[in-house]
């Protein structure tokens, strides 16, 4: 049973398709409906400017965990899982925060226990209006205490998972609800 289905067209003509399932799962879809668009269609689906869309339709998904370890193990998990994700990663924040800037991120999965800043920092430069995000970002991390996960969700991350107790498939799920979760307009859904 499908709880809800996602629909949203981005700027290059991609339109998603996002389901979340009434067991937890998620899966998606992603086309490319600008090469398709015709005149009169609305121009939502059309390429902003002409410009021409990208070729590589995946997932976008930026790493930053300063555990070479732990990062490595779910680069992996996510490698596994699909090849229809780019990933990016990132030992520090402030290289997480530079990726982030060149690179178009669909969803951000931070580690809070950084070697060179907080991660609740890199939250906060992430989603300065944390009712606002226009980043879906998932808290991956090894601290365990529910009163920093719930302050994870205060400041605008869609979910804060406990790294032992995180598997890649639900991880992933997670990623897939976080982008759902977050529309083009920067609200929550």
Not at 46 to 60: C, Y
Not at 80 to 103: K, N, P
Request: hydrophobic share 35%; aromatic share 4%.
């Amino acid at each position: 049973m499908i709880l809800r289905n996602i629909l949203r067209t981005d700027h290059s003509g991609i339109r998603w398709e996002i389901r979340l399932q009434a067991d937890g799962t998620a899966e998606h879809r992603r086309e490319d409906v600008a090469s398709s668009w015709q005149p009169g269609w609305p121009s939502s689906l059309s390429p902003k400017g002409g410009e021409e869309h990208p070729k590589d339709n995946r997932l976008a998904l930026l790493l930053i965990d300063s555990n070479d370890t732990d990062r490595n193990y779910y680069a992996d998990r996510l490698k596994q899982r699909s090849s229809e994700y780019v990933l990016h990663e990132a030992a520090t924040g402030a290289e997480g925060l530079q990726i982030f800037e060149v690179e178009s991120i669909d969803c951000v999965i931070l580690e809070l226990d950084l070697t060179d800043m907080s991660g609740f920092e890199v939250l906060i430069r992430l989603i300065p209006v944390s009712r606002k995000p226009e980043i879906a970002v998932v808290v991956l991390t090894h601290l365990s205490n529910h009163a920093i996960g719930d302050l994870t969700l205060k400041n605008g991350a869609v979910s804060c998972l406990q790294k032992d107790r995180t598997s890649g498939d639900a991880l992933v799920d997670s990623i897939l609800k976080a982008i759902a979760t977050v529309t083009r307009d920067g609200k929550k859904t």
